[in-house]
């Protein structure tokens, strides 16, 4: 069955049962998270799986990997909420290192959708790494810098540093340079494109538009290892 799009039942039953914070009424209802949320992700990823092996090989295309869980880890939160009322799917290469690993996601929560690639939480290695390849114009940089540069889809987006750790680079290189982490987001105040049936090629274009910063942030990882 192909992708025609999320619903308003799906962002209610999100809704609902984080508010119910019940394990009890999500075992109730589990059949519409699986009507809703989780069987569109499926049929979302299907669709994209073809392109994102071209932009990576290595990449993950099998949806029960890809997809969120719909309760959260709160072993080390302040906030005991059992379950969330957004919902996301990740395209990477290694599951186990998901906040850590460059990846691509589409998200959709209670205020509208985003997409785009980068770190969930990248490492402090990863950004060390980073900026000794900016301040060496590594080729791959190079190529990543004039893919965000000739687009506008996407913005640069991560925590800074509150001052700049680098105020002589060039103005375009600071934004990389002062982060302690790194994506490029689109991101939509509504619904339109989530409930929209386009999203899949919307999704395609936007990711393999992308294709330079993510073998960048891939090289980054490599000198990891």
Same mark, same amino acid.
């Given at each position: 069955?192909?992708?025609?799009? !999320?619903?308003?039942?799906?962002?209610?039953?999100?809704?609902?049962?984080? &508010?119910?914070?019940?394990?009890?009424?999500?075992?109730?209802?589990?059949?519409?998270?699986?009507? /809703?949320? /989780?069987?569109? $992700?499926?049929?979302?990823? @299907?669709?994209?799986?073809?392109?994102?092996?071209? &932009?990576?090989?290595? &990449?993950?295309?099998?949806?029960?990997?890809?997809?969120?869980?719909?309760?959260?880890? @709160?072993?080390?939160?302040?906030?005991? @909420?059992?379950?969330?009322?957004?919902?996301?799917?990740?395209?990477?290469?290694?599951?186990?290192?998901?906040?850590?690993?460059? +990846?691509?996601? $589409?998200?959709?929560?209670?205020?509208?959708?985003?997409?785009?690639?980068? /770190?969930?939480?990248?490492?402090?290695?990863?950004?060390?790494?980073?900026?000794?390849?900016?301040?060496?114009?590594?080729? *791959?940089?190079?190529? *990543?810098?004039? +893919?965000?540069? *000739?687009?506008?889809?996407?913005? &640069?987006?991560?925590?800074?540093?509150?001052?700049?750790? %680098?105020?002589?680079?060039?103005?375009?290189?600071?934004?990389?340079?002062?982060?302690?982490?790194? %994506? !490029?987001? +689109? *991101?939509?105040?509504?619904?339109?494109?989530?409930?929209?049936?386009?999203?899949?090629?919307?999704?395609?274009?936007?990711? @393999?538009?992308?294709?330079?910063? %993510?073998? !960048?942030? +891939?090289?980054?990882?490599? /000198?990891?290892?």
């Amino acid at each position: 069955m192909s992708f025609s799009g !999320f619903s308003n039942e799906a962002l209610k039953f999100l809704l609902e049962n984080k &508010i119910n914070n019940s394990k009890v009424w999500y075992e109730d209802h589990k059949d519409l998270y699986k009507r /809703y949320i /989780y069987n569109p $992700f499926v049929e979302l990823i @299907t669709e994209l799986a073809p392109s994102m092996t071209e &932009i990576d090989s290595q &990449i993950l295309t099998v949806p029960s990997k890809l997809i969120s869980r719909v309760r959260r880890d @709160t072993r080390f939160s302040k906030d005991k @909420t059992l379950y969330r009322d957004n919902a996301w799917l990740v395209f990477l290469r290694d599951k186990s290192q998901m906040s850590s690993s460059p +990846c691509f996601w $589409f998200e959709i929560s209670q205020k509208g959708s985003s997409f785009g690639v980068g /770190y969930y939480g990248a490492g402090t290695g990863s950004m060390s790494n980073m900026r000794e390849m900016i301040l060496n114009n590594n080729l *791959a940089f190079l190529s *990543a810098l004039k +893919c965000y540069e *000739a687009q506008d889809t996407f913005v &640069i987006g991560g925590e800074m540093y509150k001052r700049s750790k %680098y105020p002589d680079q060039p103005e375009n290189l600071r934004p990389w340079l002062d982060r302690k982490n790194i %994506y !490029f987001e +689109c *991101a939509q105040n509504d619904f339109n494109l989530a409930f929209s049936k386009e999203l899949p090629e919307i999704l395609k274009k936007g990711f @393999t538009s992308l294709k330079p910063i %993510y073998e !960048f942030l +891939c090289l980054v990882e490599s /000198y990891n290892k």
